[in-house]
């Protein structure tokens, strides 16, 4: 035998033999060990701890070993206002089945419910947390997942809350299946790369359901967004790709279903934006694809800056918006086509369900209203319908090139 | 005054232009929330009915009515009667009439599908109005004794307020654009009562949210109670402003 396979199975046997020695420790009232604290300075790497029900006040507590840490009956970890609860400081740690609340509260250290260190492939899944500064908090982390955990708090302001779910300076991670309500952002994305963001719902946060920063190469998809106080917001970010989520019911002066600020190359496919004030923003965001996507009953379906270029729109569905999209220039460097408009009047000879007359879906109110926010008192006003269907016949005002030269005769199923 | 009063209502029945408009009304009401698939929109397109169709029928047909009164007005003048009397009981039975027409087509579907706070507010704002331009249309009437003159004041004055001060309120916009103009143009839209109605109840809708700046200045002016109050005594003296100076030139009028 060479000497390579005798290492080889020497190395296996030092594996084995340290697989064998991992203990399974349980923690709680009546067993041999009380506390976590304990429990996790008897135990060694890879060793699973198995906590009882019960009530656990023990102010922060630091992981800083590979274990398994796992509640029992929904044991309560209590920060009483004034601790972090639990910080991971080691790789391969996994937290699930616990109660977490009440965490400290502080803007100069950012107390977390649970709060992950410059760490690998941590696994935090199925735990509730009520009523924490940030609830999930992860910094410098790779691999790691965060799933099936209920996340909610119920602040009034939003310098008094911290984010549901905080990433920043973190690659490769999974959030998936999490519930977050009344933070201050549902989930929080900063220098996070390679992601993806899957079945979560976000509703009643102080702020944005998401908030994106500088975080390139990432997915979300078939998230809930809902009456957030902002909305979403995606910015200063590449190659985004967005699927099937829904943005609903974000109304307010300054809510937007999503808002895409300095955003490029991003794929946007089979979206709902329904009931919004504004369905999608694009501010300063190229080469964007959107497709397929849904906009019902917003205020404004699309709001697209002339400072966009080389964004695609085509085989949307426009249905019931008081204004199908806004510019607030004359220039038109964005491309749509193929797109459904409830509001389109033309025909169809040849029955290719393509209208033979091209669309401008850019009404003339939508361009008074840009130009002058004021304007919208005269809402509903006989007059402004008057104007808007002279302007349809003979369009003098309104961008000529902001057209839509393929429009659908009938919706899309999406 | 009150026998008065139910000559012109028995009259005004007779006459069953008064029951067609409620149906009209009533048709347009149903349809508009049976064919839109969302109740909201239905208030909208209600919302334009009760802003064109209610001014111009009731400043009509009001302007119409007392012209062909002028008989049975000079009958009653010879009577013991006094004369801001026999005004009153005509403006009343007029205004009575469009109101409930109004309340009776457009208020029942209106209670029975919109949120309780927006039918409310409408059925008050086409009730008011349906007064105020009865008041402008007893203005119009005795400002001239030529019928054709008077009728053509009366839709001049309804094509003033439902079109042409919208466009003016535009402009004024558009030419000032540079300066703060919001509270100058809140304060302008409640020179309109037909303005002052849409905004009135568009404020309780969902697209308030999209007024911006401008929705939080009428907002804080006009949404609290106070501007509540406030707007509607603005209408208020939309009636009785109109209906007073036409009362005072009644009084002196040689018949």
New interface residues.
Partial sequence: MSIKLYYFIFILCISLAHTSYANVIYVGKGQRITTIKKALSVSYAGDTIIVKKGLYKEGNIIIDKAVCLLGEDRPVLDGELKYEVLSVKSDHVTISGFFIQNSGRGAMDDTGGIKVYDSRNVTIAGNELLNNYFGIYMQYTTHCIVKNNIIKASQKEENQSGNGIHCWKSDSLQIIGNKIEGHRDGIYFEFVTASVIWRNVAKYNLRYGLHFMFSHSNAYITNYFKSNGAGVAVMFTKKVVMMNNTFEENWGDAAYGVLFKELSDCYLSGNRFIRNTTGVFFDGSNRIIAERNLFQANGWGMRMQANCMDNTIRNNNFMGNTFDVATNGTLTLNHFSENFWDKYEGYDLNKDKIGDVPYHPLSLYAVIVEKNPPAMLLYRSFMIGLLDKSEKILPSLTPENFVDNKPRMGPYSL | MTRILKYVAIDILKNKVVIAYAVMLALFSWSAFSLED?AA?GV?TV??II??TVPLMSVLFATIYVYNSNEFIELLVSHPVKRSKIWKALFTGLALSMVAAYIVGAGIPLLIFADWDVALIMIAAGSLLSVIFVAVAFLSSIITRDKAKGIGISIMLWLYF???F??L??FI??QF?DYP??KL??ML?ALSPV?LC??LI?LRL??S????????V?KNFFGTNTGLVLSFSLLLLWVLVPFYVSMRKFKKKDL
């Fill in positions: 969302n929109k909208l919302l334009n802003l064109l439902a079109l042409l919208d466009g309120v535009l916009f558009f654009s103009v919001e143009v809140v839209s303005d849409r905004i568009l969902d697209v949210a999209m007024m911006g700046y401008t929705g939080a009428f």
